[in-house]
């Protein structure tokens, strides 16, 4: 099976200062991938190159069956919905739901299909009352999701968000959480759920959502691994500038069977063991 | 002595019929940081601005009640966007950081001491003569921070001070609310980074909807109350979802003391 | 260039138009147009941004940047011109626009905000009136970095600025509108957080390192003001 996404020995520079060096990765379809690191490591870049508003210096990044070389950003959204930081700066329509038809409309969607798909995305996000508002009479927040509501409805196989929850309070993040869970469980294009590649200093979210984790370091892959493998050692996750969120520190003081990182887990397995005698 | 006090205090912003504030008591002297937390549009950022002598003199509107403020020290607000706090008059970080200091008509020695203190606070040294404008998010959210600080407020107010900052960037910024507070600065600070607040907040209120909803220490992030409403930390949360009994711990090390009695 | 005192390069900005108009065309025109376009050439024509990796696009000579602009604003004047006037009145007032410009196009360049303020703190203005000044040079690198984010946003939407003009002018709509209404929105916030800094009418801002401003310039500004005026009372008698 192809996969999602695939980075071949990649490397990119701006300039004279080199941000990305010989990355190599891949997604399933379908799966869900935290991309960690420093400000600075070169994340931000990454995610330019797969949408296809970079080029690799070296190596070839495949969407699928594509090369991004071959496929401008606005082809290549057929395939990757995308988010960037800031996004609530780049709402323009006089509603919301006109917003994020913009995406599917661009692409030649039929009208019937475009309404059906922005009315997905507003429904997964629970932005139903708030569609037919002017984007700027909105907090930031509510704009930040519906941004994410206009990647959605391009129902592409691979969404790359950047710090989604960036500005969200604790309801807004959980929002984000189920929508993307259950989008990821959903039929993208090609029958499979949505891959998923997010950006995030938000463990906890990360956490919630994500399986595996992808940490930069100064440009180089420095882990590819499971995510509740990662946050298991607190010291590594220092030296990549990471700190362990409070489930993960939870469950080891605790020693928790299983080490989980997800708050229902733990509490699944805290109860357990409470109510049991000694550990299973 | 620092003190910030607002007397049942209602603010409705300019052609606006319901209050973003309504009846809200608050009193914060020099050397306390009090938390505030709610969900977005409760009402934080408001209160700031309120306490910040923004609103009503710039933002406009109608408020009624009483806000007193009494320092030795101006009072100044470090807003959520970055960017938009950029004076656009400055070459260099370090000119960015002297802005204010400047506007105050502070002799140029004294400016420049307080420059330096803060840049070394926030970890700006390698990065004073860089060009505003080329700054990534995090390190422009720290430079803005230095720039309030570097006026010396008796008042802080911060919103959301650690959006932009990773981790490791966000937990030193709240080492530094925590020694700032120890100077005697009076601070208050929106923010939705719960688990962050019980190792640095004297005091945390609860706004729902313009209205101060509870208001008590720290431990009040473990309370039942704030819990339920998804407003408590994440350990007292997990608590509670595994039907364990109140009171909820606070933090993991509450939670492992308890652990190890059982 | 960059060393002379900003007042100096707002004065010759303004001299070199006032000239343009003054003297007889097209001699003077013509003149004062090879002028402004020589300082567009000129290194200290634009601020080289040699710390930001984002602004180097492919392809571009910093060096060129400036004239080019210049050369394409004054562009579409000559050829209204063409389309209104016959040769000899297009190329006088063609060259006089061309000068007019060229200035204004090199003086937004070679004339950072910060230092302009600076210059107008030292001189006794007052900050928030020399702030309004640098607001407006200051204004387009900023919108200039928003608008390529704004647009990578939207080209990722699907956005194609291919096909015919329609569909050109709805891309140009979906670029700029965000990036207007955006721009305004930030707008109260901005205010917001010049006035926490303090930064209020009448407030008498310390200078942090005024640029110095030498006799000889000062005697140079007074010196171009004195040739625009005598240009004017020769051509007038």
């Known amino acids: 099976m192809t996969a999602a996404l695939r980075l071949d020995g990649v490397s990119f520079s701006y300039g004279a200062v080199q941000v990305l060096a010989d990355v190599s990765l891949a997604l399933a379809p379908g799966e869900r991938v935290a991309l960690l690191g420093r400000n600075g490591a070169g994340k931000s870049t990454l995610v330019r190159l797969v949408t296809g508003l970079a080029r690799p210096a070296a190596g070839t990044v495949w969407v699928g069956d594509w090369d991004t070389r071959d496929h401008s950003p606005d082809v290549l959204a057929r395939r990757v919905g995308s988010v960037f930081q800031h996004a609530d700066q780049q709402l323009f329509a006089r509603t919301l739901e006109d917003d994020v038809a913009f995406g599917p409309r661009a692409l030649g969607f039929e009208r019937s299909d475009v309404a059906g798909r922005v009315a997905r995305a507003l429904d997964a996000l629970e932005l139903g009352a708030q569609a037919r508002e002017h984007p700027y009479d909105l907090p930031p927040a509510l704009r930040k999701l519906a941004a994410l509501a206009g990647a959605l409805a391009l129902e592409p196989a691979l969404l790359v968000l950047d710090e989604p929850t960036a500005g969200l309070d604790r309801a807004l993040r959980a929002r984000v959480t189920r929508a993307l869970l259950e989008r990821a469980g959903r039929a993208g294009a090609g029958g499979g759920g949505a891959a998923l590649l997010v950006i995030t200093h938000d463990l906890t979210f990360a956490a919630e959502l994500l399986d595996r984790a992808l940490v930069l370091d100064r440009g180089r892959l420095a882990c590819d691994e499971s995510l509740a493998g990662l946050l298991g050692a607190a010291a590594r996750l220092e030296t990549l500038g990471l700190l362990r969120p409070p489930v993960a520190e939870l469950s080891t003081a605790l020693d928790l069977p299983g080490r989980p990182i997800r708050a229902a887990d733990a509490a699944r397995v805290l109860a357990r063991v409470a109510g049991g005698r000694a550990d299973p | 002595m620092t003190r910030l006090i607002l007397e049942r205090v209602t603010f409705r912003y300019p052609a606006t019929e319901a209050p973003a504030l309504e009846d809200v008591s608050l009193e914060v002297k020099g050397g306390e940081v009090v938390a505030l937390v709610g969900s977005v549009g409760a009402g934080a950022s408001t209160l700031l601005l309120v306490a910040g002598d923004l609103a009503p003199r710039v933002v406009g509107g109608r408020l009624e009640g009483r806000v007193s403020f009494d320092g030795d020290g101006p009072r100044a607000i470090v807003l959520p966007t970055p960017w938009t706090q950029l004076s656009g008059m400055a070459f260099t970080v370090w000119d960015e950081v002297a802005f204010g200091p400047a506007n105050l008509g502070l002799p140029r020695d004294e400016i420049s001491r307080q420059v330096d203190q803060a840049v070394v606070r926030l970890d700006l040294e390698a990065l004073t003569s860089r060009d505003p404008t080329t700054l990534s998010g995090g390190e422009l959210q720290r430079v803005i921070v230095a720039g309030i600080l570097a006026m010396r407020p008796a008042l802080l107010l911060l919103d959301e001070p650690t959006a932009e900052l990773d981790p490791v960037g966000a937990r030193t910024l709240w080492k530094l609310v925590r020694t700032l507070a120890g100077e005697g600065t009076a601070i208050v600070v929106a923010t939705s980074e719960l688990d962050a607040l019980p190792a640095i907040t004297d005091r945390v209120v609860w706004l729902e909807r313009g209205r101060v909803a509870a208001t008590g220490p720290a431990a009040l992030l473990a309370s039942d109350a704030l819990v339920v409403a998804n407003m408590g930390t994440t350990v007292a949360a997990v608590w509670r979802a595994a039907g364990l009994p109140p009171p909820y711990p606070l933090t993991v090390a509450h939670a492992a003391q308890r652990w190890e009695r059982r | ?237």
């Open chain 3, 1 to 237: 260039m960059t060393r002379l005192h900003p007042f100096t390069l707002l004065a010759i900005a303004g001299a070199l138009p006032a000239l343009a108009w003054i003297l007889p065309a097209p001699v003077g025109g013509l003149a004062t147009a090879v002028v402004a376009l020589a300082l567009t050439l000129t290194p200290g024509a634009s601020p080289g941004s040699t710390n930001t990796v984002t602004a180097v696009s492919p392809g571009s000579r910093p060096g060129l940047v400036v004239f080019r602009t210049a050369l394409l604003t004054a562009a579409p004047f000559w050829l209204f011109l063409l389309l209104l006037h016959d040769l000899p009145t297009t190329i006088a007032i063609g060259l006089r626009v061309t000068t007019m410009v060229a200035s204004f196009v090199w003086v937004v360049g070679a004339l950072p905000p910060p230092r302009l303020v600076e210059a107008m703190v030292a001189a006794g203005w007052s900050a928030s009136v020399a702030y309004v000044f640098a607001a407006t040079l200051a204004a387009a690198p900023v919108l200039r970095a928003r608008a390529r984010r704004i647009a990578d946003a939207q080209r990722c939407r699907g956005l194609s600025a291919r096909g015919g003009l329609a569909h050109r002018l709805r891309a140009l709509w979906a670029l700029a509108l965000p990036l207007i209404l955006s721009a305004l929105h930030e707008v109260d916030e901005r205010a917001l957080a010049l006035e926490t800094r303090r930064l209020v009418p009448g407030a008498r801002r310390t200078s942090l390192s005024p640029p110095p401003d030498r006799g000889a310039e000062r005697l140079a500004r007074w010196g171009l003001v004195a040739a625009c005026a005598a240009a004017l009372g020769w051509r007038l008698r």
